[in-house]
């Protein structure tokens, strides 16, 4: 076997770059065309002087959509994530309690924006099937002021003291597509991300006892020569205009984090390292082994549309970005024959005209045209010739493709906040809704167990690892003076050791939101049901709550019910039975009506008379007013079992 060397190591990484970067090429070319469609970009070279050039949104707009809908099921929810105790103790013994571990690990989450940063990652992923991000830290500044006095009588004065302090904070950073070198056969063996960087900040990075790069291999270092193609390539995914940094010389960073072998006998020269090239020439890094405590590599990338035995997966707008380009066409196609039909195209014989030079600048209104005799009776000097009118079958293409369109990008014209040009039954658009929201689930799902929770896992333990360089002020902050400062002084070790062996997580923000609105859907439907028949109200009285019933429903559509439950402390006073403030139920023979709740059957104890007051919503209305009749009719029978 030959010697590792820095050589071999630069020279093995290189060549993995090249084998994944060809791997994915026809990846790179869909990822090209969805962005610049992102960007409202479009070819229209072969349009000719005067025809339209407009630009339908479509794929922005089902980009956002979904993005939003992703960020607000986490913003809208307190508990959107869990951390419980593996042995499902409640964590009392430990060092740190996994309700403690997951009010700091929030704390540091809204301090990194990670709302925003989960945003990106959907928008990435739609666009670009793969949503890759990098977990880790930094030491950020966090300067402390201090009121500082001297002097005594007219020498007294008074001034700011600003003291240096840094402390850590959890960031994550969003990797391109383009910059993102997996291993293709899908094993895993390693994974490789490029950056361009300021040499100051890899400067940075060399100096002091916490240096990751060769100092000596970095002062050799100058500006990337390749700038200008990467800036391109950014521009045309950020829409932003290139530009080309002058005075800040900035360079290419290569990290490999994996497994090297040798080449020709394959045996194992160096398991789990990371390793830096920089301009693709000199290595700053030798492969060294991984210095994260949980051994992971802290790069996570996953596909919103998994493919079996892909890598890469496919995204949400491959054929949404198609179908649009040709919407695009047969809109500016409409639009010109519009077009045509208002303005139209006219013929004028000149040779008629007294004095042809009314024509130079067009003919204003009003005008009056002066013709010879040559000009036969009857004849018109000017007439049409042409005008364009949009055919019903051209329009009924143009709305089949758009439903296509809007089928592929997993959305519909409700959810794009547009009504739909077809007539369609309200059953059919509850029947669409659903079909999407089951997809959704799904998508959901699986991106919340093959993103966030590996997220909020490498977020956690890179916290612990560098729990004595977060600010004291912090814990304090969170968990009281007492708590906090015991929390403070823990060794990072034994924090990490009991995070990553006695605590799992658990994220279900998204799902649950999907799922709420399911439940929700599906409450409205029994209320429905049995709001059109009198003996389904009786039936459901005898076996269920209504009260649980409406808390389930308020649960489903996410509403805070302590702000609107009775206030207990209120003295009672008279009112409608069975309301607050109402007088207490007489039990028999107390000049009340009887107790139906202490009854076998609950509701068959009220009398005949009593049952024939609800009112029974007629049988053929299924839609708001038998909803409405539901609630009044049980509301009433709660009244009377009251």
Known sequence: MQE?????????????????????????????????????????????????KQVLSKVRDATESSKSFFQQALSDLDDWFRITARDGSDGSMMLIRPEEAQKILNYMLKKSNYYTHVGFSVQSGMLGSLSISEVGGRLVPKPKFKAKSEGRGAKYKKHVVVTDDKTWELRFDNIRQEDYYPDSTGEDTYRIKEAMVDLSRVRQLAEGDDAIYDMDKVQELRSWGDDELQEEKRARETGQNIQYPRMRPRIKITEFWGTIVDNITGELMAENVVCTIANRKTIIRKPTPNPKWHQRTPIVAAAMIEVANSV?????????????????????????????????????????????????????????LKVNASLPPGVKVMEEVVT???QSDVLNMFNLLNQEALTSMKTNDMRMGAQSMRDVKATQVVAAENSITSEFQGIAKNFEEKKIQPELELAMYEICQNWDRIDVEVFKSLFGAERGEALSKLEPQDIFVQVINGMKFEVFGISLTLRRQTDYRKYMTLLQTIGASQMLIEAFLQKYSFEKLLGEIMTAIDLNKTKIEQDQAKPPAAGIPGQPGAPASQGPG???????????????????????QIQRPPASDIGGSALASTFAGVGQQMSMRK
């Open 590 to 612: 107390q000049g009340g009506p009887p107790n139906t709740m202490q009854q076998p059957g609950g509701a068959p104890g009220a009398t005949p008379d009593q049952m024939s």
């Open 4 to 52: 590792l060397t820095p050589e071999y190591a630069m020279r093995y990484v290189l060549e993995l770059r090249r084998e994944s970067k060809m791997a994915k090429r026809n990846r790179m070319l869909l990822n090209r065309d969805n962005y610049t469609m992102y960007q409202l970009e479009h070819d229209f070279s072969h349009k000719k002087k005067g025809q339209s």
């Open 312 to 368: 890469w997966g496919i995204a949400f707008m491959d054929a949404g970005t198609k179908h649009n380009r040709t919407l695009i066409e047969m809109f500016n196609l409409m639009l010109d024959s519009a077009m045509k039909a208002v303005w139209g195209v006219t013929q004028i014989r000149t040779d008629v005209l007294n004095d042809p030079t009314q024509l130079t600048d067009g003919i204003p209104w009003g005008t009056n």
């Open 388 to 390: 364009g009118t949009v």
